[in-house]
């Protein structure tokens, strides 16, 4: 399966933005499929998974502002984030959870004013 992220961009603090995430194949793992970010010199850091239900959870520090979502028959999953913080800069990426697939580019996001 491969990945490809896209959405990503300079927004100034409290901005939005909203990453897509298309896969050539099943993305759903075990658990659900979910949203990770990178920042360097650190692993991908899970923020944000979505389950085959539709049940989401968060990590503290994306609560409130990001939401994940999907649409299955295009095998594609979406994050909006809103109120950006300069600590969300990252690459972000998106895979299974856990994940499984090899990682494709991520799209880069950073806050900045």
């Known amino acids: 399966v491969q990945l490809q992220a896209s959405g990503g961009g300079r927004v100034q603090p409290g901005g939005s933005l909203r990453l897509s995430c298309v896969a050539s194949g099943q993305l759903f793992g075990a658990v659900g499929a979910g949203w990770y970010r990178q920042s360097p010199g650190k692993q991908p850091l899970l923020i944000a998974t979505i389950t085959n239900h539709d049940f989401t959870t968060y990590r503290d520090s994306v609560k409130g502002r990001f939401t994940i979502s999907r649409d299955s028959p295009k095998n594609t999953i979406y994050l909006q984030m809103d109120s950006l913080l300069p600590e969300d800069t990252a690459v972000y990426y998106c895979?299974?959870?856990?994940?499984?697939?090899?990682w494709g580019q991520g799209t880069q996001v950073t806050v900045s004013s």
């Open positions: 895979n299974s959870v856990p994940a499984k697939h090899p």
